[in-house]
């Protein structure tokens, strides 16, 4: 693993005035405007948002000294402020920006400020499936040797410059999660993660993106100013790995595979349902994952892949057993089974916000009985066909409990050209209470083992703030029925 160095960050944005764009309620913007106060600029936050909305924000920035313009985006501000720095959610084509852009204006966000001052090792995941749950099982195993680890990056709770304070000048390794977002500022920072992991692509945020290609480019920063001396982790079953190669990354690659990797590739692999090492011929046998398959289900191996290869990169003294893996935690919202008694299981998948996630979830809880579905969304111009007929194959239509939205339409539309439904399509419901009230009837006429699985594989923003939203108001609709 790389040393770390000790330099002295206070006031490097002595003198500078610094635009915060976009306060947001997830905690990024909090954290980049008490950071940059911190650290000497003079900070003015704009968020189209009302104060209402964003109360919680701007109670937790009471005691900082900053200026708020809320409620629109004033063009001067983007001219007369020195810095930029954007909000994951703000793309890049805004108007405002090309306002700053034309000015000379320098932009970034709290990830290339991040990796601009940070000293820290870090290990950064990014992909469309399993970031965050790869993220959060690095930590937790690294832990073992480095008890002060935390997962941060792309989180609400330890956002990429709260992470910064916290690490700062201390020897503690930076496990980051990286949304395509926060990449698409990164190459200018000047450094790269040690130790960078792409997942998988699947398509997400065509809304944002110009296609698939565009989205999978933005991934790919990640690895942009790596060195010869780092590591990139890449998912040898995914197509996209081969996009990524094309572009001769200077670190040195491994692979993760579900199936024995070809000779001469080094990375980690299964073989007879054990985990392999393989680096320059020589193979290591580590642990049986059959149990943590079975529980978990073979998307969740391809996380416990990645993590266990950036363990075995960063650190070989951090030993991984089958004990270890067997207790790793679910993360919040990501199949997180919220209640169980009896013959009754329910599971918040809420981050699931497209149709791979669902179509993931489907294949862990069909077998233990009965599916009750609770799903639908906003779209983010992505295809609903493949989830269609997995919902026809394992989901019976009166199992079926839709949540209205743009997406949702676009589900229907697939469900009835895959002539899923008989007669008439299914009720849309208005309300995520209608949808809880109406998955717990259902229950009630099925016999044996049943799952509420509410995956809406979509967004959430026509209903909610964000999928954690989204979710925490979910978990609240079935702690008041399940008491």
Same mark, same amino acid.
Request: charged share 25%.
């Given at each position: 693993m790389k040393k770390m160095a000790k330099k002295n960050t206070a006031k490097i944005f002595g003198g500078t005035k610094a635009l915060v764009m976009g306060l947001g309620l997830h905690g990024g913007g909090v954290a980049t405007t008490k950071w940059l106060v911190k650290h000497?600029?003079?900070?003015?936050?704009?968020?189209? %948002?009302?104060?209402? +909305?964003?109360? !919680?924000?701007?109670?937790?920035? /009471?005691s900082t000294k900053a200026t708020f313009v809320l409620g629109e985006h004033r063009k001067k501000d983007f001219e007369q402020n020195d810095l930029i720095v954007v909000n994951p959610g703000v793309p890049r084509e805004s108007e405002y920006l090309a306002v700053a852009k034309k000015a000379g204006k320098r932009i970034e966000n709290d990830a290339s400020l991040f990796f601009r001052f940070t000293d820290n090792p870090v290990i950064a995941v990014t992909g469309t %499936?399993?970031?965050?749950?790869?993220?959060?099982?690095?930590a937790e195993?690294?832990?073992?040797?480095?008890?002060?680890?935390?997962?941060?990056?792309?989180?609400?709770?330890?956002? *990429?410059?709260?992470? *910064?304070?916290?690490?700062q000048g201390k020897d503690i390794p930076v496990v980051a999660e990286m949304s395509s977002w926060q990449l698409e500022y990164l190459p200018i920072a000047g450094s790269?993660?040690?130790?960078?992991?792409?997942?998988?692509?699947? !398509?997400?945020?065509?809304? %944002?993106?110009?296609?698939? /290609?565009?989205?999978?480019n933005a991934k790919a920063n990640i690895f942009h100013d790596q060195h010869e001396d780092d590591f990139l982790v890449l998912n040898y079953d995914n197509e996209w790995t081969?996009? *990524?190669?094309?572009?001769? !990354?200077?670190s040195i690659p491994f692979f993760t595979s579900v199936k024995s990797l070809p000779k001469g590739v080094n990375g980690l692999f299964v073989r007879a349902e054990h985990l392999v090492f393989r680096f320059d011929d020589t193979e290591q046998k580590l642990f049986s994952i059959k149990r943590f398959t079975s529980e978990r289900g073979v998307h969740n191996l391809e996380n416990l892949l990645g993590a266990v290869l950036a363990i075995k990169l960063f650190d070989s003294e951090v030993v991984v057993t089958e004990k270890d893996v067997l207790?790793?935690?679910? !993360?919040?919202?990501?199949?997180? +089974?919220?209640?169980?008694?009896?013959?009754?299981?329910? +599971?918040?998948?809420?981050?699931?916000?497209?149709?791979?996630?669902?179509?993931?979830?489907?294949e862990r809880f069909r077998k233990p009985g009965n599916i009750v579905l609770m799903c639908g969304g906003t779209d983010k111009e992505l295809e609903f066909?493949?989830?269609?007929?997995?919902?026809?194959?394992?989901?019976?239509?009166e199992q079926l409990v839709l949540l209205e939205g743009s997406a949702t339409k676009k589900l229907i539309a697939e469900l009835v050209s895959q002539k899923y439904f008989k007669g008439h399509a299914q009720e849309i419901h208005t309300s995520l209470a209608s949808c809880v009230d109406c998955a717990l009837a259902v229950t009630k006429t099925l016999k044996g083992k049943t799952t509420i699985l509410f995956s809406p594989g979509a967004a959430s923003f026509e209903k909610f703030l964000h999928e954690f939203d989204r979710g925490e108001k979910f978990n609240v609709l079935i702690k008041k029925l399940l008491k």
């Amino acid at each position: 693993m790389k040393k770390m160095a000790k330099k002295n960050t206070a006031k490097i944005f002595g003198g500078t005035k610094a635009l915060v764009m976009g306060l947001g309620l997830h905690g990024g913007g909090v954290a980049t405007t008490k950071w940059l106060v911190k650290h000497g600029a003079t900070v003015t936050a704009t968020d189209k %948002r009302t104060k209402e +909305v964003l109360a !919680p924000s701007l109670k937790a920035l /009471k005691s900082t000294k900053a200026t708020f313009v809320l409620g629109e985006h004033r063009k001067k501000d983007f001219e007369q402020n020195d810095l930029i720095v954007v909000n994951p959610g703000v793309p890049r084509e805004s108007e405002y920006l090309a306002v700053a852009k034309k000015a000379g204006k320098r932009i970034e966000n709290d990830a290339s400020l991040f990796f601009r001052f940070t000293d820290n090792p870090v290990i950064a995941v990014t992909g469309t %499936r399993g970031k965050t749950t790869t993220t959060l099982w690095i930590a937790e195993l690294l832990k073992k040797k480095y008890p002060h680890v935390l997962p941060s990056g792309n989180t609400p709770e330890n956002a *990429f410059l709260k992470e *910064f304070e916290r690490v700062q000048g201390k020897d503690i390794p930076v496990v980051a999660e990286m949304s395509s977002w926060q990449l698409e500022y990164l190459p200018i920072a000047g450094s790269a993660p040690h130790i960078a992991i792409i997942t998988n692509i699947y !398509p997400d945020h065509l809304n %944002r993106y110009k296609g698939i /290609k565009d989205y999978a480019n933005a991934k790919a920063n990640i690895f942009h100013d790596q060195h010869e001396d780092d590591f990139l982790v890449l998912n040898y079953d995914n197509e996209w790995t081969k996009h *990524f190669l094309t572009k001769r !990354p200077k670190s040195i690659p491994f692979f993760t595979s579900v199936k024995s990797l070809p000779k001469g590739v080094n990375g980690l692999f299964v073989r007879a349902e054990h985990l392999v090492f393989r680096f320059d011929d020589t193979e290591q046998k580590l642990f049986s994952i059959k149990r943590f398959t079975s529980e978990r289900g073979v998307h969740n191996l391809e996380n416990l892949l990645g993590a266990v290869l950036a363990i075995k990169l960063f650190d070989s003294e951090v030993v991984v057993t089958e004990k270890d893996v067997l207790g790793l935690p679910t !993360p919040t919202m990501r199949q997180e +089974v919220i209640y169980k008694k009896g013959k009754l299981t329910v +599971v918040n998948d809420s981050c699931a916000t497209s149709p791979d996630g669902t179509i993931a979830a489907i294949e862990r809880f069909r077998k233990p009985g009965n599916i009750v579905l609770m799903c639908g969304g906003t779209d983010k111009e992505l295809e609903f066909s493949l989830l269609a007929a997995k919902i026809k194959k394992y989901i019976p239509r009166e199992q079926l409990v839709l949540l209205e939205g743009s997406a949702t339409k676009k589900l229907i539309a697939e469900l009835v050209s895959q002539k899923y439904f008989k007669g008439h399509a299914q009720e849309i419901h208005t309300s995520l209470a209608s949808c809880v009230d109406c998955a717990l009837a259902v229950t009630k006429t099925l016999k044996g083992k049943t799952t509420i699985l509410f995956s809406p594989g979509a967004a959430s923003f026509e209903k909610f703030l964000h999928e954690f939203d989204r979710g925490e108001k979910f978990n609240v609709l079935i702690k008041k029925l399940l008491k």
